[in-house]
């Protein structure tokens, strides 16, 4: 992880100024892959599989826990990425993606669920673009206050990937709290012998989630704010920790690693009449939705 201290300024200027209006933009075919290359991991081989099937499988495969609207916008999300993947292959040299779900995204080819078929078919063959782009749309289970920028997170630039303030999980409480004996704490995390939990600090990314752990050890040891998470327990790292000499509560919110759309946040957004444009709009704040021309 990487702090950017000028990041969060450009983002609240940002997401004040752009305005959320919709926009489709339509494609004369081409262009985008309507067949993505699946690496089967017992066999090693590259099957090709219907784009759209593809899109149906992870909704269903991943079940999650969002309706209507918001499954529709996660159901563009998962086409971006997977026509983003088609054309980058970021991950493996000759498939877009793989059925391992420790690697890529769940997925099952055998049954396909309904509220899953309906949203991949009503967003039939669109995506996010941002600046002619095809946006690789991450969505994470819950918020954070914000959401992060991969730069911050995988250390890669995406201008559409930046982070936007989610003010709609911002009252929401927090997915744990956990207290741990502070003479445990330095232990838990793997520090050495001499560091003591009322020197903890936490580095934050522009995000508020925590980017880095050290105790005050003068830069002899410090922690990735993931790894920290994965020690502790938590289902992010946006966490804080207060001790009061005894105890350290560690109150942590949001699940997942907070880049591009929040399912949680999505479904409330739903919940409130928003359109899955709009949530799109919320979470990608100036892509556009290109539609695939059959
Ligand atoms: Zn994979």
């Not at 920028?149 to 936007?164: E, H, I, K, Q, W």
Request: some cysteine; proline content about 5%.
């Amino acid at each position: 992880m990487k702090n950017f201290s000028l990041y969060l300024f450009a983002l609240v200027l940002c997401v004040g100024l752009l305005p959320v209006v919709p926009r489709v933009l339509p494609v004369e075919g081409g262009g985008d892959a309507e067949v993505l290359h699946l690496l089967r991991t017992a066999t090693g081989e590259v099957a090709e599989v219907p784009l759209e099937d593809y899109v149906i499988g992870v909704l269903t495969a991943a079940d999650y826990a969002c309706d209507g609207e918001a499954l529709k916008a996660v159901a563009v999300c998962v086409r971006s990425s997977a026509t983003y993947c088609e054309t980058h292959r970021p991950t493996h040299r000759d498939a877009a993606a793989c059925d391992d779900p420790t690697c890529c995204a769940p997925l099952t080819l055998e049954r396909f669920d309904d509220a899953a078929v309906e949203a991949a078919a009503e967003t039939r063959g669109q995506t996010l673009v941002y600046e002619g782009e095809t946006v690789p749309a991450t969505t994470f289970a819950s918020g954070g206050k914000k959401t992060a920028s991969a730069n911050a997170v995988y250390g890669t630039d995406f201008p559409c990937l930046r982070g936007v303030e989610n003010t709609i999980e911002a009252d929401e409480p927090p997915t744990k709290i956990a207290k741990v004996a502070a003479d445990d704490l330095p232990k838990l995390l793997g520090a050495p012998d001499d560091a003591t939990a009322d020197e903890l600090f936490l580095a934050k990314d522009p995000s508020g989630r925590v980017a880095e752990v050290t105790f005050g050890l003068g830069g002899t040891w410090r922690l990735d704010g993931t790894d920290a998470a994965d020690r502790l327990g938590l289902p992010s790292c946006f966490f804080d920790a207060e001790t009061d000499g005894t105890w350290v509560t560690v109150r942590c919110d949001g699940e997942g690693d907070g880049v591009g759309l929040s399912r949680r946040g999505a479904q409330k957004l739903a919940e409130r009449e928003k359109m899955y444009d709009e949530i799109l709009q919320f979470y990608f704040p100036g892509a556009e939705i290109r539609q695939q021309t059959e």
